[in-house]
């Protein structure tokens, strides 16, 4: 059930950040970040409260909340739009293929984790898996799903920045969830967001056309603001309490799946040979990472 969560959390990620192209076509980006925010507070507003029996938050649990949200929640929100307006849904699910590297490195560095020979075998297969489709040719600009005015080297580097962002929040996530409950990482972390991104969501509201906003358009940003800041946090949370950060970091290849799958079937986007083997290089390297080990034999 732990392996289950963590995969669907980055499945649905990935879904929104192939959508997010289509939201960032009708909505600013800061506005965007701030009514997602905003929806989610709504929509969490009970997980806010401690449960029965959990320990109150300690100085060094609030710092822990503040650096999740604002580097997993804020800075990703900020680059991963951004760079995906800047180029293309499939190149997002390209360049988030490095999660799983960064994850691991991160884990190795602050929690020092040891990171288990299979583990390594499931890393360097979705780092292959970037390397491959990073060969393959982009789909041209003015091809379905092409790239946005804007400059496409300045977005590969801000989805850059997401990765590195996405995998603190991963790291520094393994630490909250043994003492703060998922629900209440969820909303908290939810509320840091809020609070970081209002000004600059106001400040774009005051100069923006509400009325022209079409219906599917609001119920698209429904979906992404629930997915992305309520049900992948608290699927990815749960799944964390049980399996090491570096572990679940392999997990991560499922975002850039997902999103390269919504770039391809839904936004028109060019998927080649080689990025398809790219992908199920990455799959491989979930396998390699969740395969039971073998329990040693009963003694007797």
């Given at each position: 059930m732990a392996y289950a969560s963590l995969a669907a959390s980055m499945a649905l990620v990935g879904s929104y950040v192939?959508?997010?192209?289509?939201?960032?076509?009708?909505?600013?980006?800061?506005?965007?970040a701030w009514l997602r925010f905003g929806i989610a507070a709504l929509a969490m507003a009970h997980w806010?409260?401690?449960?029965?029996?959990?320990?109150?938050?300690?100085?060094?649990?609030r710092v822990l909340l503040f650096w999740e949200s604002f580097l997993g929640n804020f800075l990703f929100s900020i680059c991963m739009l951004f760079g995906v307006a800047m180029t293309s849904a499939l190149a997002a699910g390209v360049t988030m293929a490095a999660l799983p590297g960064v994850v691991a490195l991160l884990s190795w560095v602050f929690l020092r984790e040891r990171i288990a020979p299979r583990v390594l075998a499931g890393i360097a297969c979705a780092v292959g898996g970037i390397a491959l489709v990073s060969l393959s040719k982009a789909s041209p600009p003015g091809a379905g799903g092409g790239t946005a005015p804007g400059s496409p080297l300045l977005g590969q580097a801000l989805l850059v920045a997401a990765v590195f962002c996405e995998a603190s929040y991963v790291v520094i996530g393994k630490r909250l969830t043994g003492r703060v409950s998922a629900r209440r990482i969820s909303a908290l972390v939810n509320l840091w967001g809020l609070v970081l991104?209002?000004?600059?969501?106001?400040?774009?509201?005051?100069?923006?056309?509400?009325?022209?906003?079409?219906?599917?358009?609001?119920?698209?940003?429904?979906?992404?603001?629930?997915a992305a800041?309520?049900?992948?946090?608290?699927?990815?949370?749960?799944?964390?309490?049980?399996?090491?950060?570096?572990?679940?970091?392999?997990?991560?290849?499922?975002?850039?799946?997902?999103?390269?799958a919504v770039g391809v079937l839904f936004l028109g986007e060019r998927f080649s040979t080689?990025?398809?083997?790219?992908?199920?290089?990455?799959?491989?390297?979930?396998?390699?990472?969740?395969?039971?080990?073998?329990?040693?034999a009963a003694p007797g």
């Open positions: 192939g959508l997010s192209r289509l939201l960032v076509l009708v909505f600013p980006v800061f506005l965007l806010v409260r401690r449960a029965p029996g959990e320990a109150p938050l300690g100085r060094h649990d991104v209002t000004p600059f969501g106001l400040w774009q509201a005051l100069s923006f056309d509400f009325g022209a906003v079409a219906g599917r358009e609001w119920l698209l940003l429904l979906f992404y603001s629930l800041s309520m049900v992948t946090v608290w699927l990815w949370m749960t799944g964390l309490r049980q399996v090491p950060a570096s572990s679940a970091g392999v997990f991560t290849v499922m975002l850039p799946v997902s999103a390269a080689a990025q398809v083997a790219a992908f199920a290089l990455a799959l491989a390297g979930v396998l390699l990472a969740t395969w039971p080990a073998r329990r040693p």
